[in-house]
Nanobody, 124 residues
Framework: QVQLVESGGGLVQPGGSLRLSCAAS????????MGWYRQAPGKQREFVAV???????NYADSVKGRFTISRDNAKNTVYLQMNSLKPEDTAVYYC??????????????????WGQGTQVTVSS
């Protein structure tokens, strides 16, 4: 099967930085679109950033100019560099990936996967 494992969350002061990582593992054939979402307490999960397989990116207006998404296709890993963090960035951050996996000999399947989430807390 396929797993997405996130790391890099934690507690940081306003104005600080954090870098999240999300590595995909398993019987992967290819990782297509990869992205990050977040969910604050009492709120719905919201889009943060996305990166296509060839590197095109898109960001939520709330993080533009502060967050940068990147990927290492050789490692099947996506990163989120978060700078100038604000208290309103506090949330559980989830990795999302569109992955084509090997299901059987000669059989592939393309599916969407989610990581388990990593907590980011911005507070003084």
């Amino acid at each position: 099967q396929v797993q997405l494992v996130e790391s890099g969350g934690g507690l940081v002061q306003p104005g600080g930085s954090l870098r999240l990582s999300c590595a995909a593992s398993g019987r992967l054939l290819s990782t297509n679109t990869m992205g990050w979402y977040r969910q604050a307490p009492g709120k719905q999960r919201e889009f943060v950033a996305v990166i296509l397989s060839r590197g095109s990116t898109n960001y939520a207006d709330s993080v533009k100019g502060r967050f940068t998404i990147s990927r290492d296709n050789a490692k099947n890993t996506v990163y989120l560099q978060m700078n100038s963090l604000k208290p309103e960035d506090t949330a559980v951050y989830y990795c999302n990936a569109d992955i084509t996996r090997v299901e059987a000999v000669g059989v592939t399947r393309r599916s969407e996967y989610w990581g388990q989430g990593t907590q980011v807390t911005v507070s003084s």
